[in-house]
């Protein structure tokens, strides 16, 4: 009697030395969900429907930096709510070539949203934002009470 249960253990071939038809497809769905979530996916360039962003904390300011791509300034909008910062947009993209031989249009769209949550309040008049070369940078200035205080600690010995 043959086990229906695939073990990782097991090697992946039956008894008569075919292939083992439960492994080879517990495989193949581990694959396709090991792939689901990954930045692998042509949807957006370098990634999934979501763009990069890097999140940078110094002593006075938090700086967040997301890559827009092909996007212009006038297709997404930067909200500031509270302690949550979000980017929220819409890509469209067309491409249309013509030849003698064929014709060819490829249409592309969809809308991204991101929030990052900031250690702080923030202040509308603390932040300020620069988009130039399909890069956004934010920078939203700490409140003093949140600004680090470092306090040297004494050691003593017993």
């Known amino acids: 009697m043959r086990t229906l249960m695939t073990f990782p253990w097991r ?9 083992d ?5 517990q495989r193949e769905i581990n694959r396709v969900f090991n792939e689901f979530g990954s930045r692998e996916k042509p949807a957006w360039p370098g990634g999934a429907l979501s ?14 930096t997301a890559e827009l791509p092909g996007i212009d300034e006038k297709d997404f909008e930067l909200v500031l709510e509270n302690d949550l910062l ?6 469209k993209s067309e491409r249309e070539e013509k030849n ?8 592309s ?13 923030a202040e509308a008049e603390a932040a300020k934002a620069q988009f130039a070369k399909g890069v956004l940078k934010v920078t939203i200035a700490k409140p003093a009470e949140a600004k680090n205080k470092t306090v040297k600690i004494p050691i003593r010995s017993n």
């Open 109 to 121: 769209f969809g809308s991204f949203s991101r929030s990052i949550r900031l250690p702080f309040t």
């Open 11 to 19: 090697n992946e071939t039956d008894q008569k030395g075919g292939i």
């Open 21 to 25: 038809p439960f492994t080879a497809m």
């Open 51 to 64: 763009p990069h962003i890097d999140v940078a904390e110094t002593e006075t300011a938090v700086e967040v």
């Open 86 to 91: 979000t980017i929220k947009g819409e890509k």
């Open 100 to 107: 003698k031989d064929y014709h060819v249009v490829e249409r």
